[in-house]
C-alpha cells in the first residue's frame, strides 16, 4: 500500500514549455486534489476532483488543467509554463468528505526558468 | 473570507522543554479543523482533527485543543525528533483553508 503517489520529485522547466505532473493512489478514495505550496503561503488548492469524471477548480485554477483519468489518478498540466508556477505541488485524496483525513503525496519541486 | 493565522512563525526549544503552537481562525460553520506535520521536502503527514470547541486528543508527546476561536498543539517534553512544520487547517464553507505553518526546532 504506496498510498499517494507523484511523479516526477523535481523537475525543470523553461518559460513556455509544458508538462504533466502525475498523481496515483491506491487507497480507493474518492476525492482527489493538486495544491501548490510556496514560501510564507499556507497550502492553495489548484483543482479537484469530487469524483471520478468530475473536476472543478479551486482558488488559483489559472494556468493549469487536469485529467481525472480513473478513480486512481488524477494529472496536473502545465501547458507554457511561466516563472509564477515555480512551486512545490502536492497531490492529497480523501475517502469521502472534507472532513475526512487528507493523505497527501510527497511532492514536485518545480523551476520554471 | 476564511482566514487561518499561526503563531509563532519559528520556535526554537530545548529538548524537554514544553510549548504551545497556535492556529487562529475566522470561518463561519467550522466543521473541522486539522493539523498537519511537515518534514523538509515531503507532504503533510496528518495528526489530529478537531471538530467542536472544547474537543481534545492526544498522540505521543502531542495534545491538541480547541476553542470556537483558535486551537493550540501542546508539545510536551520534546525531542529533536520532533522537529518539523507543523501546519494547521480549517474546513468551512465547502473549502480548507490551511495556515503558513509553525517552524519547530528542538535542540538536543
Known amino acids: 500500500n504506496a498510498g499517494v503517489t507523484q511523479t516526477p520529485k523535481f523537475q525543470v522547466l523553461k518559460t513556455g514549455q509544458s508538462m504533466t505532473l502525475q498523481c496515483a493512489q491506491d487507497m480507493n478514495h474518492n476525492s482527489m486534489y493538486w495544491y501548490r505550496q510556496d514560501p510564507g503561503m499556507g497550502l492553495r488548492l489548484i483543482y479537484y476532483s469530487a469524483s471520478e469524471g468530475t473536476t472543478d477548480k479551486g482558488e488559483v485554477p489559472n494556468g493549469y488543467n487536469v485529467s481525472r483519468l480513473n478513480k486512481r489518478e488524477f494529472s496536473l498540466r502545465l501547458e507554457s509554463a511561466a516563472p509564477s508556477q515555480t512551486s512545490v505541488y502536492f497531490c492529497?485524496?480523501?475517502?469521502?468528505?472534507?472532513?475526512?483525513?487528507?493523505?497527501f503525496g510527497p511532492g514536485t519541486r518545480l523551476t520554471v526558468l | 473570507e476564511d482566514q487561518v493565522t499561526q503563531s509563532p512563525e519559528a520556535l526554537r526549544l530545548q529538548e524537554g522543554e514544553s510549548s504551545s503552537l497556535n492556529c487562529s481562525y475566522t470561518?463561519?460553520?467550522?466543521?473541522?479543523l486539522f493539523w498537519y506535520r511537515q518534514d523538509p521536502g515531503k507532504g503533510p503527514e496528518f495528526l489530529f482533527t478537531l471538530y467542536s470547541a472544547g474537543e481534545e486528543k492526544e498522540k505521543e508527546r502531542l495534545k491538541a485543543t480547541l476553542t470556537k476561536k483558535e486551537s493550540f498543539l501542546h508539545i510536551t517534553a520534546p525531542k529533536p525528533e520532533d522537529s518539523a512544520t507543523y501546519l494547521c487547517a480549517v474546513q468551512a464553507n465547502q473549502k480548507v483553508t490551511f495556515g503558513t505553518g509553525t517552524k519547530l526546532q528542538v535542540i538536543p
Open positions: 492529497a485524496s480523501i475517502a469521502g468528505t472534507l472532513t475526512d483525513t487528507q493523505y
Open positions: 470561518v463561519s460553520g467550522l466543521r473541522g
